[in-house]
């Protein structure tokens, strides 16, 4: 299953941090293998939310750092020459929780525009690739206009749409994007901000989106303090079973509803597929 998390408005979707908790509490819930990873190489990037701030190795000489081929960079340009060995996917994934979870890092020493033209070319056969290693792949997706953005939203088979609940956000999400919605899942966070929150959910109703496939995220300092600086992991297995007394309790029901209503959306437009309803 091939699912992107996207957002229409840059920095303020909180793509990159929904995913990474979605991603944990999935394969705490569910017997799934799921790898994932971006299709852009800004800097704050699932790799440290997961991993805490490692690097990949890098040969320095002369001032001039030489990419060795690893991570998503190595594997796109690999897949692109048509010299890849599809067994040695090993070297291109690290383990975030092991036989579970999975993340292709990012190096950012690619050029923007040559690694997303790169990553367009592979796309499918990246996935191809992928299929046969891991159950699910996540797509942690840019939201600004780029030819593989576009490619991923249209060969996903869910797109979790990450909104930012100020109305005009959400008019621009319904007024440019609506053909997403058949195939979405829309994730809300929340900023307890009640005038805002009445006024997205008029908007809601008027577009009949139904209530199964709406999740509303709360916010959570102590969640977005675990995103920075690389305890994603540590954070949701130590308060994935907290009582109500818990001041993180809500968070985390809200987070185990988004990714329950996620995996159940994709494995029902999967089949629908398959059996061509």
Same mark, same amino acid.
Do not use: W
């Given at each position: 299953?091939?699912?992107?998390f996207w957002?229409?408005v840059?920095?303020?979707?909180?793509? &990159?941090?929904?995913? #990474? #908790? !979605? %991603? *944990?509490? %999935?394969?705490?819930?569910?017997?799934?293998?799921? *790898?994932?990873?971006?299709?852009?190489? $800004?800097?704050?990037?699932? +790799?440290? #939310?997961?991993?805490?701030?490692?690097?990949?190795?890098?040969?320095?000489? *002369?001032g001039t750092?030489?990419?060795?081929?690893?991570?998503?960079? +190595?594997?796109?340009?690999?897949?692109?020459?048509?010299?890849?060995?599809?067994?040695?996917?090993?070297?291109? !994934?690290?383990? *975030?929780i092991? $036989?579970?979870?999975?993340?292709?890092?990012k190096?950012?020493?690619?050029?923007?525009?040559?690694?997303d033209?790169?990553?367009?070319?592979?796309?499918i056969?990246?996935?191809?690739?992928?299929? &046969?290693y891991?159950?699910?792949?996540?797509?942690?997706?840019? &939201?600004?206009?780029?030819? &593989?953005?576009k490619?991923?939203l249209?060969?996903?088979?869910?797109?979790?749409?990450?909104?930012?609940?100020? @109305?005009?956000?959400?008019?621009?999400?319904?007024?440019?994007?609506?053909?997403?919605?058949?195939?979405?899942?829309?994730?809300?966070?929340s900023?307890?901000?009640?005038?805002?929150h $009445?006024?997205s959910?008029?908007?809601l109703?008027k577009?009949e989106?139904?209530?199964?496939?709406?999740?509303?995220? @709360?916010?959570?300092?102590?969640?977005?303090?675990?995103?920075?600086y690389?305890?994603?992991?540590?954070?949701?297995?130590?308060?994935?079973?907290c009582?109500?007394?818990n001041?993180? =309790?809500?968070?985390i029901?809200?987070?185990?509803?988004?990714?329950?209503?996620?995996?159940?959306?994709?494995? =029902?437009?999967?089949?629908?597929?398959?059996? +061509?309803?």
């Open positions: 299953m091939k699912i992107a957002s229409n840059n920095d303020y979707g909180m793509v &990159s941090s929904n995913l #990474a #908790a !979605i %991603s *944990v509490a %999935s394969v705490i819930r569910f017997p799934y293998k799921i *790898v994932t990873f971006e299709n852009h190489l $800004k800097y704050n990037s699932l +790799g440290r #939310a997961y991993l805490g701030n490692n690097h990949p190795p890098m040969l320095h000489d *002369v750092n030489y990419y060795e081929g690893d991570g998503i960079e +190595g594997l796109t340009r690999k897949i692109y020459r048509g010299n890849y060995e599809p067994r040695a996917i090993h070297r291109y !994934i690290k383990d *975030v092991h $036989k579970h979870l999975y993340y292709i890092p190096n950012r020493v690619v050029h923007t525009e040559i690694f033209y790169e990553f367009n070319y592979c796309f056969q990246l996935q191809h690739i992928l299929r &046969s891991v159950d699910i792949c996540l797509i942690d997706t840019a &939201s600004y206009n780029c030819l &593989s953005t490619t991923i249209d060969q996903a088979d869910l797109v979790v749409v990450n909104l930012n609940p100020n @109305p005009d956000f959400l008019e621009d999400f319904f007024l440019n994007y609506s053909s997403l919605i058949p195939k979405a899942i829309l994730i809300i966070n900023n307890n901000n009640r005038s805002i $009445k006024r959910a008029m908007l109703r577009h989106i139904p209530r199964g496939d709406i999740c509303i995220l @709360p916010m959570n300092e102590g969640y977005q303090e675990a995103f920075l690389g305890n994603v992991v540590e954070y949701i297995y130590s308060n994935y079973h009582n109500k007394d001041p993180n =309790y809500l968070f029901q809200a987070l185990k509803r988004s990714a329950y209503t996620m995996i159940k959306k994709a494995e =029902y437009l999967c089949l629908n597929e398959k059996t +061509g309803k």
